[in-house]
């Protein structure tokens, strides 16, 4: 079965800083990968997603990602973080097997200082 | 603007109540997901609808259950509720194509008491 790891329980970064939030998973064939944004108390809103083609993707809000098959990650990054980026990050994968849903990773918690 | 939405944003409940969650999309999608959120334990699949009247379970099936008699509509259902299903509740939709991705409604709060 595919597994999603975020290493990164929390991330704290200063307003203006570029960010990385780091995200592997664990299956044999390329799957779809997906980042989700989560601000408090609310949905989870699609900022980008990777499915074939450049490996590296550009999303909503200035994200962008980056896979790389070799390290099994597809990492998510942006050059200057805005304090609205403030939210829960989740990072997903889809193995293409059927009508299942998605697998998360735990979420990583980005918090911004002024 | 396409949208998946949930009838009620927080919810509260006595144990033992059944408890009806409805969620609604207008975008003509085959497939429906519910979901719960916990902290510390990420999002975690209770069932899915891949079409009208069928359903599959998910990780995290038992104490629930869902209804689809039409396309639009999923309903998750909570037979006899616990304080142990006090959770965000997330519903999700998504065409035929896994690759379009996945939309998602607000959530609902339910807490039990």
């Known amino acids: 079965a595919q597994s999603v790891t975020q290493p990164d329980i929390h991330i704290t970064v200063s307003e203006g800083a570029s960010l990385e939030l780091r995200c592997n998973y664990s299956?044999?064939?390329?799957?779809?990968l997906f980042w989700y944004v989560q601000s408090p108390g609310q949905g989870l809103q699609l900022l980008l997603k990777?499915?074939?083609?450049?490996?590296l993707v550009q999303g909503i809000k200035g994200f962008e990602a980056e896979f790389k098959r070799s390290q099994s990650s597809f990492n998510l990054r942006k050059p200057s973080v805005h304090w609205s980026d403030a939210a829960e990050y989740f990072c997903?994968?889809?193995?293409?097997?059927?009508?299942?849903?998605?697998?998360f990773g735990k979420g990583t918690h980005l918090i911004i200082q002024p | 603007d396409v949208k998946v939405t949930q009838s009620s944003r927080y919810l509260v409940k006595r144990t033992g109540e059944k408890v009806f969650l409805e969620c609604v999309q207008d975008?003509?999608?085959?497939?429906m997901f519910w979901y719960r959120q916990d902290p510390g334990l990420g999002l975690r699949l209770i069932y899915f609808?891949?079409?009208?009247?069928?359903?599959e379970k998910g990780d995290i099936p038992e104490g629930y259950s869902v209804s689809r008699e039409k396309k639009e509509r999923f309903s998750l259902i909570l037979e006899s509720a616990s304080t142990n299903q006090t959770s965000m509740y997330l519903c999700?939709?998504?065409?035929?194509?896994?690759?379009?991705?996945?939309?998602f409604g607000s959530g609902t709060r339910l807490t039990v008491v």
């Open positions: 999700a939709s998504r065409p035929g194509q896994a690759g379009y991705g996945y939309t």
């Open positions: 299956y044999g064939a390329t799957p779809y």
């Open positions: 990777y499915f074939s083609g450049d490996t």
């Open positions: 997903a994968v889809y193995s293409g097997g059927g009508a299942d849903g998605l697998t």
């Open positions: 975008m003509d999608h085959e497939n």
């Open positions: 609808s891949y079409d009208v009247k069928m359903k």
